[in-house]
């Protein structure tokens, strides 16, 4: 039973970086009816404004380490530990949070410059090209953060209080054994509010009631003299924004590469069309569904049963799932029908 | 239109020809060290100077040893063709190296990106060879990319001096007569591990494999399970983890309630990074198990991987195959120099990579010529001494360096940056050496 529990935890935690990006994905598609194949490349962006952040809270000067005496050697200081003894650490400790304040205007900006720059112009083009123009645009970002950052992870850490792990098991009334890394849980929790905070912005406000009626009827909403395109772009740039954050809370869980985005990729697009086109409950829905499974099935009896089987099991879940609901798990009919 | 071809012999003609043709058939063979001068891969005939292609993961799960082998192979270049203080040049014995080249030629390098992939590890190792034109390969931080490097090797003709690469494969049931290997191998670290675990932890623990899905993580599985089942420990689980995986998470958690008291992670690199930590944040150094502490192995250690776990990794037991803190000459040399040009001291990686640039250099000393047969020759079964653990050799049948092989535990109290692995014992040689027929394979020919 603990270990079944630990298995969900796990699931929901790697489930949560799914539903993020294809929460985002949806949103794209859903209002822009762009197949957006550089969403990934925005969650590693957002991972690498985590990276230039702690990058620019660590600029250092180099003093001599007299504890090496057989050449000389030096060490890094940061000047914010010079400048400021106290409030410098801590401040170096809680980087990757602060960095969330960075990343929400940067990713904003990119949103906003990549919609209006190549992406309105594939408004009215067939997927296939929207697919071609985003991938390129995806590899050209992570060339480029290659370029910046070099081609080897970036290990960022988690601030000191949140370095260890919680006794899950003891609120629980569980076993000893169940415990749970805090970062991962501050992770669940983040992703849980940012999807509440996507849901209730749609839900909840008139401007995201404007956006949902565009994502029904564009021409009708237009017709009533909203200007819908610019809502849309807002919208773009929203779901830029949870990618991109997604990315900068996810670091100190996976030292963020040039690569990450891609990775993350291929199975966000998986858990879209498992959800179902358009879908955002749906995106969600398979997100945490498709980690809890990838989990179990990377447990030490299920491999023993199916060797290999963690590698495959989204793609086989997703093949089972097309085939009994062809629209996904909550698709609607006429989106991406033809 | 023909024209006759007439032959003209006079008796005096045949007479000369037929001396001159018995003074060549007569002349020592030391005048004649080019003679196959063409028959070899890459032969550098007369040019000024010889080229040498290094291998490495530039990019990759274990590209920061790549990093360090690279700068070690620039040093050993510079050493090689007399600049600088000369590093292990003065303490390597007994060397025919001047200083000078190699053979009177100046040395060159042209380098590879081998990406951690056995596939871009052999397509960039056959670049080098056809069109850098190099005479040997060496580098290269993973097994199945020395073995999958090897193999072209024997194919091309060209000698492979291997980087770092620790499966019982690579002289064993892969080996080639082109490569060589002066890393130690997994089932060495086995018998040096062996009976400080006993030590340390007793003879009653039950251990739980994380096993990096690939041939060194196969067999050092193998060589380590071996190891602590005759210590009377049980093997729990043994579990396959995809190289790169990143995040262990769901490899970590079942850990937890297997009955284990022992992790044992064979991995190496960014995933022994990522996994150690993460098997920290997990809790399991604070675990208490069977009534015992709950332990973690990591049987391959590294300066670079215990610098990129940060503090996860102290206390831990493990083993390596040279660290920068040994007293011996050869070593305090290495450092001084490698420290000197880069402000850091060498890891094992970059030792390794050092050292066989020398042997190589010195083994065509050796053989007076490039010609790959000879120089094998001149390898095999090779005693040297003054490059770190102390009297090493090259052992002929399989092409595996023999020499001693050091236990290390994270550093608790480091003194400096650096200063992250403890020496907790130096096992001697003779304890871990092995017949080589246990792990199977054939050489090949000395001539492709």
Redesign the interface.
Known sequence: MDAIFLQILNGLDKGAAYALIALGLTLVFGTLGIVNFAHGALFMMGAFCAVTFNKLLMLSTKVEDKSVTLFKAYKEQPYLEIWFPDAGPILLDYAVPLSILMAIPVMILIGYVMERGLIKHFYKRPHAEQILVTFGLAIVLQEVIKAVFGANPIPQTAPDILAGSANVGAWFGMGENVVYPWWRLVYLLFSGLIIFAVFSFLQFTTYGMVVRAGMRDRETVGLLGINIERRFTIVFAMATVVAGLAGVMYTPILPPDYHMGMDFLVLSFVVVVVGGMGSLGGAVLAGFLLGIVQSFASMTEVKAILPGIDQIIIYLVAVIILLVLPRGLMGRAGVMDD | MTKDIKFDFSRRGLLKAGAGAGLVAATPSIFMKNAWAEEFRNNPGNASEIKLGFNVP???PY??EGKDELRAFKLAVKHLNGEGDGGMLNTFKPSALKGNGVLGKKVTYATGDTQTKSDAARASAKRLIEKEQVLMISGGSSSGVAVAVQSLCQEEGVVFMAGLTHSNDTTGKDKRRYGFRHFFNAYMSGRALGPVLEKEYGKERRAYHLTADYTWGWTQEESIKNTTEELGWDTV?T?RT?VGA??F???I??V???GADVLILNHYG?DM??SLS?AV???LRE?QANGKNFEIVVPLFSRLMAQ?A?DAIKGILGTTNWNWSLQDEGS?AF??S???EY???PSMAAHTCYVQTLLYANACEMAGTFYPPEVIKSLEGFEFDGMGNGPTLYRAEDHQCFKDVLVVRGNENP?????LLKVVEQTPRAQVEYDWKIFGGELGPYKV
């Open positions: 530039q990019t990759g590209s920061e689980a579990v995809p990143g995040d998470s769901q490899y958690t079942p937890l309630n297997s960014k990074i990522n993460q944040q997990f809790g675990k990129g940060g305090q450092v001084k490698f420290g000197a402000g850091a001291p003194t400096s940056q650096f200063d």
